[in-house]
């Protein structure tokens, strides 16, 4: 499985912008990329994927660069409740469809 | 929508005994998943069915671990006997299809410790 580069922790403040980085480099035509964020004491939730075109949804816009070697998660107003551990996955469409969890990002948010 | 259920959410056992935990996907979700999560780690998959057969158990540790999919729906997962390094919650996940492009729905999870 490819792998993913992230920083282990990030802060922001409330109502800010929050940009999260994650590097791929070795990513493959065939790989989705997959965010998930897991809040405290719960199971991962799903937040957003993409393939190549930039994509927004009703949580965040997921930025992924030309060259499909990084990507960037934005969550465009932060909230308290966004603070979480946030994984980059990349998934291939074509093969195994299992997620492949690395140690993420734990994103704190001061009020 | 119900999401995904497991239980029971916890369960404390002494080394060598053995457990059982229960997951009841989505409804319609062909794709179930068990995953093990060590503290600060991220999940790590176990096993997963498409409806009820087996697609991949290639990091289930057999000598100890089992499950099962009963009728494409239920599943349960067992650890018999215990050891201390299973300490970990244990997430169900289930999809639609199973494919790349496909969101897995999460369970609460069933955090366990071995005593």
């Known amino acids: 499985d490819a792998k993913t580069t992230q920083p282990n922790s990030m802060e922001s403040n409330e109502e800010e912008p929050v940009h999260l980085p994650c590097n791929h480099s070795t990513i493959s035509g065939t790989d989705y990329i997959h965010w998930y964020r897991q809040l405290p004491s719960q199971g991962p939730e799903y937040v957003i994927h993409g393939l190549t075109s930039n994509v927004n949804n009703r949580m965040a816009s997921l930025a992924i660069a030309e060259d499909r070697k990084s990507s960037t998660l934005i969550l465009h107003r932060a909230t308290l409740r966004d603070a979480a551990v946030y994984y980059c996955i990349l998934r291939d469409f074509q093969g195994a469809q299992k997620l492949v969890f690395g140690q993420g990002t734990r994103l704190t948010i001061n009020p | 929508e119900a999401g995904v259920a497991q239980s029971p959410r916890y369960k404390i056992i002494e080394k060598r005994q053995s457990v059982a935990f229960w997951c009841n996907p989505i409804?319609?979700?062909?794709?179930l998943y068990w995953y093990q999560q060590i503290l600060g780690q991220g999940p790590k998959l176990l096993i997963q069915f498409q409806n009820n057969g087996v697609v991949d158990d290639s990091q289930l540790p057999k000598d100890r671990f089992s499950a099962e999919r009963l009728k494409g729906v239920d599943s349960t997962l067992k650890i018999q006997p215990a050891k201390l390094e299973d300490s970990a919650v244990y997430l169900c996940?289930?999809?639609?299809f199973g494919q790349g492009g496909d969101e897995q729905f999460f369970g609460p999870g069933t955090r366990l410790t071995v005593l």
């Open positions: 996940a289930s999809s639609f």
């Open positions: 409804s319609g979700h062909a794709t």
